[in-house]
């Protein structure tokens, strides 16, 4: 039986929404590229042969195999959601009554709304692992008026933002989580200094373990949306600032969010597997069991979990309530072409359930 909205718990990648962050973090922005293999060979003394079940590891310790995504059920209440792109199209305006005009004038008649285009992103790998066709985007973007995403990519670094990513000084980050786990953040990440990693919030850690050491960038997919849009002269578009970007990544405190880290960093096979079935979901266009997999949060304590809850309410809840106005404008608007990440679209406090709960049309379209 599905849980409410209320009590179910949910980890949310923090890779979902940090693009436009990471591109902005000099000391971070190098760490591109880290190869899964790199990550399963920094992986591979801490992992048990068989699945793990406690956090005691070994030195001959090896990566258990990646496995595939568990098979995709038919709800027998609703259909399975797939895509990644959705065809949004806007209740029709209600008409004035004719008893209502004065004379024998008939109404005008109401123009059928535009359609806009919802695309959820993934903020990791290459266009071949995500299965997208940009050719096709760029098609369906050239039928809208207006780019969407959630905050600017271009938008200057300001030194008022660095208290949201960076500890203090007197505070490290190996004396909040404990020299053994710093050492396997270090064997994970091993393009990031250690000055530099001793300095980064526990969220920033995570995020990017959860994106396989990959970071901001024009490589990225929402990068690429962003200058194709300005490319072909859209009104760009935000949904939020970069400070609010920021202020809902670090809505934990720093001490309250380390456990978090530490449980991942002690079975960080976890994150391994987890980024490869991430992936695996978003080529099939299966968002749905996606977030299923992400609700069991595999690896975490009891007190972990209640932190990532927290979390979460920032992350997704919190923004998706704030956005919902605006996409439901700029619909009404004229047609648009909207990028967020794709765990933002699915789930009762998504955005198509809201939007389809105030009488818009969703449709899922091939790519």
């Excluded at 938008?155 to 190996?174: C, F, K, T």
């Excluded at 004396?175 to 526990?202: H, I, S």
Aim: glycine share 6%; charged share 20%; aromatic share 6%.
């Amino acid at each position: 039986m599905r849980q409410s909205a209320s009590s179910r718990v949910l980890r949310v990648p923090a890779c979902l929404v940090l693009a436009a962050w990471l591109g902005h973090a000099p000391a971070i922005a190098q760490n591109r590229g880290v190869s899964a293999q790199a990550a399963t060979d920094a992986a591979a003394a801490q992992v048990p042969r068989q699945a793990p079940a406690t956090d005691v590891v070994g030195q001959d310790d090896v990566v258990p195999a990646i496995p595939q995504p568990a098979p995709v059920v038919p709800s027998l209440h609703a259909p399975l959601l797939r895509g990644v792109l959705f065809k949004v199209v806007p209740p029709v305006p209600a008409s004035v009554p004719a008893e209502s005009l004065a004379g024998d004038v008939a109404p005008s008649p109401v123009p059928a709304p535009a359609a806009s285009y919802l695309l959820g992103t993934i903020h990791f790998g290459t266009p071949e692992e995500q299965g997208i066709d940009y050719a096709a985007l760029e098609r369906l973007l050239g039928e809208t008026e207006t780019f969407v995403n959630e905050a600017d990519l271009d938008a200057p670094w300001q030194s008022a933002y660095d208290g949201y990513r960076w500890l203090p000084v007197e505070q490290p980050l190996s004396a909040m989580v404990g020299t053994p786990e710093f050492e396997r953040a270090r064997a994970l990440l091993p393009t990031v200094r250690a000055q530099d990693l001793e300095r980064m919030k526990p969220w920033a850690v995570l995020a990017l373990l959860e994106a396989r050491g990959e970071s901001g960038g024009d490589a990225t997919m929402d990068a690429r949306l962003q200058r194709m849009a300005s490319a072909a002269g859209k009104r760009l578009m935000h949904l939020e600032t970069l400070e609010q970007q920021l202020q809902a990544l670090d809505c934990v405190p720093a001490q309250e969010h380390a456990p978090v880290l530490v449980d991942r960093l002690r079975a960080s096979w976890v994150l391994r597997v987890e980024s490869a079935q991430a992936m695996a979901y978003y080529r099939a266009r299966t968002l749905e069991p996606w977030l299923a997999d992400i609700d069991r949060m595999e690896g975490l304590g009891e007190q972990a979990r209640s932190v990532e809850q927290r979390a979460r309410r920032c992350l997704l809840e919190d923004r998706n309530a704030r956005w919902l106005g605006q996409l439901q404008s700029l619909f009404q608007d004229g047609p648009s072409f909207v990028a967020v990440g794709a765990v933002h679209l699915v789930g009762p406090d998504g955005l198509l359930a809201a939007l389809r709960r105030d009488g818009y049309r969703v449709e899922a379209m091939p790519l």
